[in-house]
């Protein structure tokens, strides 16, 4: 029985890495949370339109981790990667709960094609 489903965005620009950063990340996640999927990848354009194009996917899970521990995680990912928090031309890794339960966290990425796009995929098999 699924607790709470959860949706992460999950997005980088690092020419020549993305799309295996996008992996590495979906493999992390899948290690981390219960009945997870994750849609195809695909490319996006820089919404600031600075940087390279994203390779973009999205993740699904269920979980019983407060929606703040989730985040916490996340954040720590994006970090041990090194990730540099402000810096949008060059992301290494953005992981965002986008969707927790019924709520939804983020209404600007929720609505955003980089998420939409992966969100509807998974939507169609569930």
């Not at 992996?23 to 940087?51: I, M």
């Not at 339960?101 to 969100?119: N, Q």
């Amino acid at each position: 029985m699924c607790a709470v489903e959860i949706y992460i965005s999950v997005g980088s620009n690092i020419a020549g890495e993305a799309e295996r950063r996008v992996e590495d990340a979906l493999r992390f996640l899948s290690d981390s949370f219960d009945d997870a999927a994750a849609s195809e990848g695909y490319r996006t354009a820089p919404l600031s339109g600075v940087g390279e194009m994203y390779a973009n996917a999205v993740f699904r899970a269920c979980t019983d981790i407060p929606s703040e521990e989730v985040t916490a995680m996340l954040k720590k990912y994006e970090r041990d990667c090194g990730r540099i928090k402000g810096d949008k031309q060059h992301v290494v890794i953005d992981l965002d709960l986008v969707v927790y339960g019924a709520e939804v966290l983020r209404p600007k990425d929720g609505s955003a094609d980089f998420f939409l796009r992966g969100y509807n995929q998974l939507l169609n098999r569930f």
